[in-house]
């Protein structure tokens, strides 16, 4: 997945966003400021409290804040200005910990900048974050150790790099056996041209960068991570008539997913499941992906992949699980008779999502958003 320019690209990725944009509308297209899925009231209230330079000078397609993050070391791939950052500083507590890199120098000075404001702000006694200037695909240059952190996120920057595997292989070898990757990107439904990878603008715009979704899967799968969790997907509309001469035909969408990394010698079978309840944040129900939903107190049958990652990482506690079921071996069924197969491709998401017709029913014994 490495391109024969890099270097090349790094710089120009650095000039694009450390000197060519000053606010998020410089902007050419709306690929980089895609929102993700709806946020909960703590999270949007967290932003609030966040300095307005910080906001001003952040660039990324929505929020990716996952669930369960009380005292986790989080890491946070292309920090950026640290909006991220900052929103995870709270959530994590003071006895938690994050930290921020990114090789745009003058985006990290901005992040650093304010780290006392926000200490202050959050009534901290001691900063819990941290921000390094330094490359997603070179963690190790940067001083982060093998298995260091609980999760990781990653928000519209990891199409930025030229060497996709390396960044993944990466982000494997510092999380903890049991942690995850929840990271949004832009995707693409093909390879792409030389003539797109190569055009400087399209590269500072996500798009030149974007990995076929496909490949996403293979990637993850030959580093070791756990099957790819697809959480949601955004549509992708350029707006720029010559850029989109020069896309053609390919089209692009913002998706988020969910990596684990279980524990070696992990394994599971079909199982089902209830949720606890209790999560901050989602009490009541908790929206897994886009194949699983969970509703307090509610059987839910769960495929063995599903079944591995809820024993094995930070959620085990938030559920009670036993083996077996009627429906265990697929995802939830539908409204409809039988049962759906799972939706892997952020564009058949998309496709669903938009579709017209009835809502689907709500509750752990529904599949995907449209599948009604």
Same mark, same amino acid.
């Not at 120009?12 to 929102?35: F, P």
């Not at 966040?50 to 906001?55: A, D, R």
């Given at each position: 997945?490495?391109?024969?320019?890099? #270097?090349?690209?790094?710089?120009?990725?650095?000039?694009?966003?450390?000197? #060519?944009?000053? %606010?998020?509308?410089?902007?050419?297209?709306?690929?980089?400021?895609?929102?993700?899925?709806?946020?909960?009231?703590?999270?949007?209230?967290?932003?609030?409290?966040?300095?307005?330079?910080?906001?001003?000078?952040?660039?990324?397609?929505?929020?990716?804040?996952?669930?369960?993050?009380?005292?986790?070391?989080?890491?946070?791939?292309?920090?950026?200005?640290? +909006?991220?950052?900052?929103?995870?500083?709270?959530?994590?507590?003071?006895?938690?910990?994050?930290?921020?890199?990114?090789?745009?120098?003058?985006?990290?000075?901005?992040?650093?900048?304010?780290?006392?404001?926000?200490?202050?702000?959050?009534?901290? +006694?001691?900063?819990?974050?941290?921000?390094?200037?330094?490359?997603? #695909?070179?963690?190790?240059?940067?001083?982060?150790?093998?298995?260091?952190?609980?999760?990781?996120?990653?928000?519209?920057?990891?199409?930025?790099?030229?060497?996709?595997?390396?960044?993944?292989?990466?982000?494997?070898?510092?999380?903890?056996?049991?942690?995850?990757?929840?990271?949004?990107?832009?995707?693409?439904?093909?390879?792409? /041209?030389?003539?797109?990878?190569?055009?400087?603008?399209?590269?500072?715009?996500?798009?030149?960068?974007?990995?076929?979704?496909?490949?996403?899967?293979?990637?993850?799968?030959?580093?070791?991570?756990?099957?790819?969790?697809?959480?949601?997907? /955004?549509?992708?509309?350029?707006?720029?008539?010559?850029?989109?001469?020069?896309?053609?035909?390919? +089209?692009?969408?913002?998706?988020?997913?969910?990596?684990?990394?279980?524990?070696?010698?992990?394994?599971?079978?079909?199982?089902?499941?209830?949720?606890?309840?209790?999560?901050?944040?989602?009490?009541?129900?908790?929206?897994?992906?886009?194949?699983?939903?969970?509703?307090?107190?509610?059987?839910?049958?769960?495929?063995?992949?599903?079944?591995?990652?809820?024993?094995?990482?930070?959620?085990?506690? #938030?559920?009670?699980?036993?083996?077996?079921?009627?429906?265990?071996?697929?995802?939830?069924?539908?409204?409809? %008779?039988?049962?759906?197969? %799972?939706? +892997?491709?952020?564009?058949?998401?998309?496709?669903?999502?938009?579709?017209?017709?009835?809502?689907?029913?709500?509750?752990?014994?529904?599949?995907?958003?449209?599948?009604?």
């Amino acid at each position: 997945m490495a391109t024969p320019c890099g #270097e090349q690209i790094h710089q120009e990725v650095q000039d694009y966003y450390g000197k #060519e944009l000053q %606010k998020s509308e410089d902007l050419k297209t709306n690929a980089c400021i895609t929102s993700a899925r709806p946020l909960p009231k703590m999270v949007r209230d967290a932003l609030e409290h966040i300095h307005e330079e910080v906001v001003a000078r952040y660039y990324g397609c929505g929020l990716v804040i996952p669930e369960c993050l009380s005292s986790c070391r989080i890491l946070d791939l292309g920090s950026g200005s640290g +909006r991220d950052c900052y929103l995870l500083s709270q959530l994590v507590g003071e006895q938690g910990h994050v930290t921020g890199i990114d090789m745009t120098e003058g985006q990290v000075e901005v992040a650093k900048k304010h780290i006392a404001y926000h200490m202050d702000k959050f009534g901290y +006694r001691k900063p819990n974050v941290e921000f390094l200037h330094g490359y997603m #695909e070179k963690l190790s240059d940067a001083g982060l150790a093998d298995e260091s952190y609980d999760v990781i996120i990653s928000n519209c920057v990891i199409n930025l790099a030229p060497d996709k595997r390396a960044v993944l292989q990466e982000a494997f070898r510092v999380l903890k056996p049991g942690g995850e990757m929840y990271f949004s990107d832009i995707y693409a439904s093909q390879r792409l /041209s030389e003539t797109i990878r190569k055009h400087r603008v399209l590269w500072g715009e996500c798009l030149a960068g974007a990995l076929y979704w496909r490949d996403l899967y293979s990637i993850a799968e030959e580093v070791g991570f756990h099957p790819p969790c697809l959480v949601t997907a /955004s549509p992708i509309t350029i707006g720029n008539k010559e850029l989109e001469a020069i896309v053609g035909d390919c +089209r692009f969408v913002s998706a988020t997913f969910r990596l684990f990394k279980l524990p070696a010698g992990s394994r599971a079978g079909p199982a089902q499941v209830i949720y606890n309840g209790g999560i901050v944040g989602h009490e009541r129900e908790l929206v897994f992906d886009a194949n699983f939903s969970f509703k307090e107190g509610e059987v839910v049958d769960v495929d063995a992949e599903m079944a591995a990652v809820l024993q094995s990482s930070r959620f085990a506690e #938030e559920f009670l699980i036993r083996a077996g079921g009627a429906n265990a071996a697929a995802p939830q069924g539908c409204c409809s %008779k039988g049962v759906k197969e %799972k939706i +892997r491709d952020p564009f058949q998401l998309l496709e669903r999502l938009t579709a017209p017709g009835p809502a689907c029913c709500s509750g752990g014994t529904c599949g995907p958003p449209g599948c009604c």
